[in-house]
C-alpha cells in the first residue's frame, strides 16, 4: 500500500485541501464585516479614554 502513494501527489492534494480550508475559515459570518472592511475602518476608530490620573494635592 505504500509504495503505491506519490509523495508529490499526497502533498499537492493536501496544499489543495488546507487552502480550501483556511479560505473557508476566513469567510465572514452573516453580518460581520469582511477583512476588507474591517481594514479600511481601522483608522476612524475612535481613540481610548486617557487615563485618570490622581492629584498629588490630596485632601
Not at 509504495?3 to 452573516?30: E, K, M, T
Not at 464585516?33 to 481613540?47: D, F, G, I
Request: cysteine-free; aromatic content about 4%.
Amino acid at each position: 500500500m505504500a509504495d503505491d502513494l506519490d509523495v508529490n501527489a499526497v502533498g499537492s492534494a493536501l496544499q489543495v485541501s488546507l487552502g480550501l480550508f483556511v479560505r473557508r475559515l476566513r469567510q465572514p459570518l452573516p453580518g460581520e464585516l469582511t477583512l476588507p472592511e474591517v481594514s479600511v475602518l481601522r483608522p476612524y476608530r475612535p481613540a481610548p479614554p486617557a487615563p485618570r490620573t490622581r492629584s498629588r494635592g490630596g485632601s
